[in-house]
């Protein structure tokens, strides 16, 4: 086996530990396995890999697709991230709420967000790497962004004033993005 779950939050988030195969060489490990996550009912095909590179500092987030709605698969293979999901599926009994994870390149976690949540990290070493399967393509026309700073959410970031890109420096309140017809697309279910 590849992946061992560590722990589920937040109805649908799974925190998954690597095994590590250590040697004089180095290492090796089984970042996803079709057998183990469609045991767990996870999704087993994956249309799209993303790779980005973060300074420290760096605050991404909090992203979500609706159209067609987008889960990721999400590992650091250099550096040290903090993560924050929010749930924004209307009637979840988790809506709102926001569960937060260190991951790096030295733990080797790795983290289901399921669509529905919101995703954003921000880089806590010099550089961080992230690698995440999606579910779908992207769709630019069908993306948001919660304000990383929603006070209703409170995430508590381990940076007080991180780098943001424009587009998350313009988020908006779950609050608002409730009162949009797209949210309809994340229903509890």
């Not at 889960?71 to 993560?83: E, H, N, P, S």
Request: glycine share 10%.
């Amino acid at each position: 086996m590849g992946l061992r779950l560590l722990a589920k939050e937040l109805n649908g988030l799974f925190i998954f530990e690597t095994e590590v195969h250590k040697d004089n060489r180095g290492f090796f490990i089984e970042a996803f396995r079709a057998d183990e996550f469609k045991t767990l009912g996870l999704p087993t095909v994956f249309e799209q890999d993303n790779y980005s590179r973060s300074s420290a500092g760096v605050l991404r987030g909090m992203h979500f697709q609706w159209e067609p709605p987008q889960g990721k698969l999400i590992r650091v293979i250099a550096g040290t991230a903090y993560f924050a999901e929010v749930d924004i599926r209307k009637n979840s009994p988790t809506f709102g709420k926001y569960f937060g994870i260190e991951i790096s390149d030295f733990n080797k976690k790795v983290l289901w967000v399921p669509h529905g949540f919101a995703n954003g990290f921000v880089a806590l070493s010099d550089t961080v790497d992230v690698q995440y399967k999606c579910t779908t393509q992207w769709n630019g026309k069908g993306e948001g962004c919660i304000l990383w700073k929603d006070p209703d959410i409170g995430i508590k970031w381990p940076l007080g004033n991180p780098i943001l890109s424009e587009k998350d420096k313009k988020g908006m309140t779950l609050a608002e993005w409730q009162k949009k017809k797209e949210s309809s697309a994340f229903e509890y279910k």
